[in-house]
């Protein structure tokens, strides 16, 4: 009997060893960004206050260009408009832009850096962070920090 219930164990474990491999979803990473991409930025924490007061969300447009490591993204909403940079991971990429003068209409020169993240999650889902720093001469900076989340379309 204790032969028959080891066999019987060693079988179940088998079977089961095998049949996990798949659980019929889609739990691929997206690795190749390129298309057009609607985002949504939902969790704001604006310390510069760029955006509209009592703003919780926004929406954004994104096209994204990848060859190789090499990522370019076009954005309708975000200040600097056109970002360069690369992937940092097997699933993820970070591109950035810097604008530089008089952006807020004090007199004082400043320059905004923005960094954009994207992690895939799905193979048409990915997470977002979009960090921004200002410093200006007049010696203020602040940080702002919003998470959001792209499709695919």
């Keep these: 009997m204790n032969r028959y219930l080891h066999s019987l164990f060693v079988l179940v474990f088998a079977l089961a060893s095998t049949s996990c491999g798949s659980s019929g979803g889609s739990n691929l990473l997206l690795t190749n960004f390129s298309g057009v991409w609607q985002v949504t930025f939902n969790n704001i924490l604006d310390d510069c206050g760029l955006l509209e007061e009592g703003t919780d969300t926004f929406e954004d447009q994104h096209t994204i260009m990848q060859t190789g490591s090499d990522v370019h993204l076009d954005a309708d909403q975000l200040p600097g408009g056109t970002y360069d940079g690369g992937k940092d991971g097997e699933n993820s990429f970070v591109v950035s ?49 919003i998470r959001g989340v792209g499709f695919l379309e």
Excluded at 105 to 112: E, P, Y
Excluded at 125 to 131: F, P, R, T
């Design 97 to 145: 832009s810097r604008l530089e003068g008089d952006l807020f209409g004090t007199g004082f020169n400043c320059v905004l850096t923005e960094d954009l993240r994207y992690t895939s999650s799905d193979t048409n889902i990915a997470d977002l962070l979009y960090n921004i720093h200002v410093v200006c001469e007049d010696s203020s900076s602040c940080d702002s920090a």
